[in-house]
């Protein structure tokens, strides 16, 4: 079973960048699909980026599209989330989460790491 710890949070002002890291054990970590999804305050958890398991397919909400970058590090066993531009409405708890290439749906999540974006 993958275990995902997430880092890099923190509180910024609008504008600048963070780089979030999702460190995952297990051999296997090359055969998953990775994402990032975040929950603000009295919402939903929604999706915000995947990356395919060997990096080379790359997906962004709308939102975030053209600010967010998803990247992973195979060697390292890391996901990242560069977040440039950030923005108020960016506020969140980010969560990585992991699922095997033959699941449709993610079941491995991390423990969440908190992004909030002053104005």
């Given at each position: 079973?993958?275990?995902?710890?997430?880092?890099?949070?923190?509180?910024?002002?609008?504008?600048?960048?963070?780089?979030?890291?999702?460190?995952?054990?297990?051999?296997?970590?090359?055969?998953?699909?990775?994402?990032?999804?975040?929950?603000?305050?009295?919402?939903?958890?929604?999706?915000?980026?995947?990356?395919?398991?060997?990096?080379?397919?790359?997906?962004?909400?709308d939102s975030v599209k053209g600010r967010f970058t998803i990247s992973r590090d195979i060697a390292k066993n890391t996901?990242?989330?560069?977040?440039?531009?950030?923005?108020?409405?960016?506020?969140?708890?980010?969560?990585?989460?992991?699922?095997?290439?033959?699941?449709?749906?993610?079941?491995?999540?991390?423990?969440?790491?908190?992004?909030?974006?002053?104005?």
């Amino acid at each position: 079973q993958v275990q995902l710890v997430e880092s890099g949070g923190g509180l910024v002002q609008a504008g600048d960048s963070l780089r979030l890291s999702c460190a995952a054990s297990a051999r296997t970590f090359s055969g998953y699909h990775m994402a990032w999804f975040r929950q603000a305050p009295g919402k939903e958890r929604e999706f915000v980026a995947t990356i395919n398991w060997n990096g080379d397919s790359t997906n962004y909400a709308d939102s975030v599209k053209g600010r967010f970058t998803i990247s992973r590090d195979i060697a390292k066993n890391t996901v990242y989330l560069q977040m440039n531009g950030l923005k108020p409405e960016d506020t969140a708890v980010y969560y990585c989460a992991a699922r095997p290439g033959s699941y449709t749906s993610y079941n491995t999540w991390g423990q969440g790491t908190q992004v909030t974006v002053s104005s």
